[in-house]
């Protein structure tokens, strides 16, 4: 099993910025996939960014040019920094990890809220 922790959001106000963590832990050789999902009221829940073993990332054209996946193996650790940030990016944002042969990856993390509000 793995178990995924996520931290990092919060309140912040239009064309602010967060940034996103997930720590792995369990049976972590399991996972070569890392990726963040969000699910806003009343809609369905979406990939935002990935990053597989081999460094290929991959974003939902909304957040191009403004969010960044990133990782660190050695921590076993996922990043997104989200900057521009919109009030349509608030969303409960989900840790999605493992074999990055079938997405999404097989274990998902609690959630952490992102809002972006004046």
């Known amino acids: 099993q793995v178990q995924l922790v996520e931290s990092g959001g919060g309140l912040v106000q239009p064309g602010g910025s967060l940034r996103l963590s997930c720590a792995a832990s369990?049976?972590?050789?399991?996972?070569?996939?890392m990726g963040w999902y969000r699910q806003a009221p009343g809609k369905q829940r979406e990939l935002v960014a990935a990053i597989t073993s081999g460094g290929r990332t991959h974003y939902v054209d909304s957040a191009k040019g403004r969010f960044t996946i990133s990782r660190d193996n050695a921590k076993n650790t996922a990043y997104l920094q989200m900057n521009s940030l919109k009030p349509e990016d608030t969303a409960v944002y989900y840790c999605n990890a493992g074999d990055d042969r079938k997405w999404p990856f097989d274990y998902w993390g609690q959630g952490t809220q992102v809002t972006v509000s004046s």
């Open positions: 369990g049976s972590i050789f399991s996972i070569n996939g």
